[in-house]
C-alpha cells in the first residue's frame, strides 16, 4: 500500500467503529468511514475532545456537531502547496490527503521527463490536488469538473499555493463529452488523471455507474494521449473496482499502442495511534 510520510498539518490519529480521527492543522474532525470496521479501544485522548464530529443521517447525508469554534474554512500545506479546508455536506473537508503520494508521483514524472511544455488533463478534478501538483512543475494543465463550486474551489487552491498564473484551462463540463470533443479537435495530453466518481446521474437523469463505464472510458482517453506520452493515472474509491482490475484494463487499452508498464495498488493513511495504515482507495498507472 503506497502513502507518504511527508504530511505535517494534517493527521490520522486513531481510526475505530466506523470512524476516522483526523487532525486539519490544529483543527480535530471526527468524520465516518465505511472502511473503518474494527472496535478497537478509542485510546486516543482526541476522541473525547474534538473540535466537531460528522453524522450520518439515516435518510441520507447527514450534518456536522460542532463542539468547539470551527472555522468556516482554513488552509494547510502540503510541502510547498496550499489548500483551502471546509467542512462541507456528506462529510467532505474538500480534500483527499491520501492524494498526496499520487501529486507526488505526479511531480515525478513531470520533473524527470526533461520537458518544459508536458501537457495534463485532469479529469473529475475536484478541487484540483493534482491541479496545483502539476501546476508546480509547470505544466499546462486542463482542469475538468462538472461541478462549478468544485472548480471555483480548484481555483482558489491555486490561488493559495501562488500559482493562478500558470498555464491553465478551467472547464465546468462533463468529462466524457469533453474528451469527444477534444477527440474531433486533434487536442493532445502527454499525462492524463482520472478520478472518476462511484456512481452518479447525467443531466438527463441517467445513472452512471463506475464498473460499467471504466472500460469505455479509459478507451476514449487513450484517444487524446499525445505521440509520446508520460502517464495514466486512474484513482477509484469504488469498493468493486480492484486495483489489478484496472491495471488490466489499462494494460489491454493503453500498453498495446504505446508500450509501457503499468502498476496498481492500494493508497492509504498512517495511523499515528496504531501504526497501520487505513485502505482510501486504489490507484493504476501506466508508465512509458
Not at 466524457?176 to 502527454?190: A, C, L, M, P, S
Request: proline residues 5%; glycine residues 8%.
Amino acid at each position: 500500500m503506497r502513502n507518504t510520510n511527508d504530511w505535517k498539518d494534517y493527521e490520522l490519529l486513531d481510526t475505530s467503529d466506523g470512524e476516522r480521527l483526523e487532525r486539519w492543522g490544529s483543527t480535530v474532525l471526527i468524520r465516518p468511514d465505511p472502511q473503518v470496521i474494527w472496535k478497537t479501544p478509542k485510546q486516543h485522548p482526541m476522541w473525547k475532545s474534538a473540535d466537531a464530529r460528522y453524522h450520518r443521517s439515516s435518510k441520507g447525508g447527514g450534518s456536522w456537531e460542532v463542539y468547539k469554534h470551527v472555522p468556516d474554512e482554513w488552509s494547510i500545506q502540503y510541502k510547498d502547496l496550499t489548500f483551502k479546508i471546509k467542512p462541507m455536506g456528506f462529510k467532505h473537508t474538500g480534500l483527499f490527503p491520501e492524494q498526496a503520494v499520487n501529486w507526488d508521483l505526479l511531480r515525478s514524472v513531470i520533473r524527470n521527463s526533461g520537458r518544459d511544455d508536458v501537457r495534463v488533463l485532469n479529469l473529475f478534478a475536484y478541487t484540483g490536488g493534482a491541479t496545483v501538483a502539476a501546476l508546480a512543475e509547470n505544466a499546462s494543465v486542463v482542469h475538468v469538473d462538472a461541478s462549478k463550486g468544485m472548480v471555483n474551489y480548484a481555483k482558489d487552491n491555486a490561488r493559495l499555493s501562488g500559482l493562478a498564473d500558470r498555464s491553465v484551462r478551467w472547464l465546468v463540463d462533463d468529462c466524457t463529452k469533453f474528451v469527444q470533443r477534444e477527440i474531433r479537435r486533434g487536442n493532445t495530453y502527454d499525462i492524463i488523471i482520472m478520478d472518476p466518481p462511484s456512481y452518479g446521474r447525467g443531466p438527463g437523469g441517467e445513472v452512471w455507474k463506475l464498473e460499467d463505464k471504466i472500460y469505455e472510458l479509459v478507451e476514449l482517453c487513450s484517444q487524446v494521449l499525445s505521440d509520446d506520452p508520460l502517464m495514466v493515472l486512474i484513482n477509484s474509491y469504488t469498493t468493486g473496482l480492484s486495483p489489478s482490475v484496472m491495471q488490466y484494463i489499462l494494460g489491454s487499452i493503453v500498453v498495446p499502442r504505446f508500450g509501457g508498464t503499468v502498476t496498481s495498488d492500494e493508497i492509504g493513511l498512517l495511523t499515528t495511534q496504531t501504526g497501520m495504515c487505513l485502505p482510501c482507495g486504489a490507484s493504476a498507472v501506466w508508465s512509458k
